[in-house]
């Protein structure tokens, strides 16, 4: 399984403003995910990134409101803008990973917290 | 669409007994994974047990195991000799072979009294 850092681990916003989470992969791998799990509730995916591509996003996100960068193949960030408080959630990345990437590991996450 | 339905929002276990959460789901693809994913308070997601849909066998890690009945679409976790560590948040999921994304269910909080 792969070793999965995120940064920052949390964070307190001012609505309004913009946090870019940074998620960091020992090894490199094709596929990055992001998720956001909102208080007491499962994850729900926001983007699927691949390196040298634009990040596919599921329905009801979109990339103004969450852009995401995929330089390399060992990293990858996610930006929550023009925050409201509705965007306080947990922020998760995770990686393919198994013999045809079909396992996820999930990074420890960002909790984030907007006032 | 595919759905993971977990019926059991709380459960809880007294040290050393067995528990076991339920997990349905709905899917109309034949090729696909299950699993079973803990996260613990304030702690990382982490992967408990996989089962390959085409594998009649049911997988089992440890203290860890599962009741995989694909006719019924049911895939429930058995906590054998639960320890106070296994105290977390339980998240059943569902990938298709054709795919990436991860279908999970509502998660159970398991709760184990000393």
């Known amino acids: 399984s792969a070793v999965i850092s995120q940064k920052p681990s949390r964070d307190i916003c001012q609505r309004g403003t913009s946090l870019t989470i940074q998620c960091q992969v020992d090894s490199q791998v094709t596929m990055m995910f992001w998720y956001r799990q909102q208080p007491g509730q499962s994850l729900t995916l926001i983007a699927t990134a691949n390196q040298g591509s634009e990040a596919t996003y599921e329905s009801g996100f979109v990339i103004d409101k969450f852009p995401i960068s995929r330089p390399n193949l060992t990293f990858s960030t996610l930006t929550v803008s023009n925050m409201s408080p509705e965007d306080s959630s947990i922020y998760l990345c995770s990686v393919g990973g198994g013999l045809i990437w079909e396992t996820q590991y999930f990074g420890p996450g960002t909790r984030l917290l907007v006032l | 669409a595919q759905t993971v339905t977990q019926s059991q929002p709380e459960m809880s276990v007294q040290e050393a007994e067995t528990v076991t959460l339920s997990c349905t789901y709905d899917?109309?693809?034949?090729?696909?994974?299950l699993f079973w994913y803990k996260q613990p308070p304030s702690r990382q997601m982490i992967l408990v047990i996989r089962q390959e849909a085409y594998k009649q066998q049911n997988a089992t890690e440890n203290r860890f195991s599962v009741n995989f009945q694909k006719a019924a679409k049911s895939f429930s976790l058995k906590i054998s000799d639960s320890q106070l560590g296994d105290a977390a948040m339980y998240f059943c999921a569902c990938k298709m072979n054709t795919g990436n994304q991860f279908y999970f269910g509502t998660g159970t909080s398991l709760t184990v009294i000393p």
């Open positions: 899917t109309s693809e034949s090729d696909y994974y």
